[in-house]
């Protein structure tokens, strides 16, 4: 079992920068899970953002932050970031860190099983 922490949002200009961070703490290894970040704005569903592997070898993007996010993981801090550049009104949102304890980077929302309580991400135009 793993308990996440999200932390670095906050109120920022169109093509402003942010980076988040997400630090986990429990009995298991940080390593043995596949991590992602997902995204819920007001009025619409949980969406995909990215995920990385155990060992940071691969990754995946949702279409709309391709270019602008960047994902990485420190296994040995068991932390866990988003790098948000470029950032659009329409990133405007809470976003989530979550744990996944298969080895499959994948963007399916209910392969993860521990998430964080989420930190708020917004974007003025």
């Known amino acids: 079992q793993v308990q996440l922490v999200e932390s670095g949002g906050g109120l920022v200009q169109a093509g402003g920068s942010l980076r988040l961070s997400c630090a986990a703490s429990?009995?298991?290894?940080?390593?043995?899970?596949?991590m992602g970040w997902f995204r819920q704005a007001p009025g619409k569903e949980r969406e995909f953002v990215a995920a990385?592997?155990?060992?940071?070898?691969?990754?995946d993007y949702a279409d709309s932050v391709k270019g602008r996010f960047a994902i990485s993981r420190d296994n040995n801090k068991n932390t866990m970031y988003l790098q948000m550049n470029s950032l659009k009104p329409e990133d405007t949102a809470v976003y989530y860190c979550a744990a996944n304890p298969g080895v499959v980077v994948t963007p399916v929302v209910a392969k993860y099983d521990y998430w964080g309580q989420g930190t708020q991400v917004t974007v003025s135009s």
């Open positions: 990385i592997s155990r060992g940071s070898s691969s990754t």
């Open positions: 429990g009995r298991t290894f940080f390593g043995n899970y596949v």
